[in-house]
């Protein structure tokens, strides 16, 4: 399964998991970040700057926020500054992960567990605003007074 990365300023691009480790300055033990928690991860902002770097020489700004999407829609939108100890999770006992594959995400400085989104297909760097907080929750979520509206 692969995983589409979304850059306003380096562009968009498609990495299968294998790629997306390989270009990993730092691969570590997850339980070192998030303890009781085991498996390969490698973290998120020397990868984006690796990523970033091999994308486009000249410097730029740094994101203001990352928005990750699984495949069963859940997504997560986090400030850049509660991403500095975040680390994508991607195998367990040497195998892909039985739960969350392709990649999961953990964000040990956030808000709240409830960011450590599953199954992530979809990241977005994005550079607008910060926001004040972390949301999450599932898209497109349709409520039983919109589809009576609907008819
Ligand atoms: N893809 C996906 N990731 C998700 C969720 C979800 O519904 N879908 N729930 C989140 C919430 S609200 C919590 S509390 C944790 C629960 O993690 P666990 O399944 O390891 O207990 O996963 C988070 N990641
Ligand atoms: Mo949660």
């Known amino acids: 399964m692969n995983i589409e990365i979304f850059d306003e300023q380096a562009g968009n691009e498609t990495l299968t998991v294998a790629a997306l480790v390989n270009l990993a300055p730092s691969d570590i033990a997850i339980e070192q970040r998030v303890p009781g928690v085991f498996g390969r991860a490698f973290e998120l902002k020397s990868w984006y700057r690796a990523w970033r770097s091999r994308r486009q020489t000249e410097q730029s700004a740094e994101p203001k926020r990352m928005t990750v999407e699984a495949v069963d829609e859940f997504q997560a939108v986090i400030p850049w500054d509660q991403l500095d100890q975040a680390v994508f999770l991607y195998e367990q006992d040497g195998q892909p992960l039985k739960k969350g594959f392709p990649i999961r995400l953990y964000v040990p400085d956030g808000?709240?567990?409830?960011?450590?989104?599953?199954?992530?297909?979809?990241?977005?760097?994005?550079?607008?605003?910060?926001?004040?907080?972390?949301?999450?929750?599932?898209?497109?979520?349709?409520?039983?007074?919109?589809l009576k509206l609907k008819k």
Request: proline residues 3%; glycine residues 6%.
């Open 111 to 146: 808000s709240s567990e409830c960011l450590n989104v599953k199954s992530v297909v979809k990241i977005r760097f994005e550079y607008g605003s910060s926001p004040e907080e972390a949301t999450y929750g599932f898209k497109n979520v349709v409520t039983l007074d919109e």
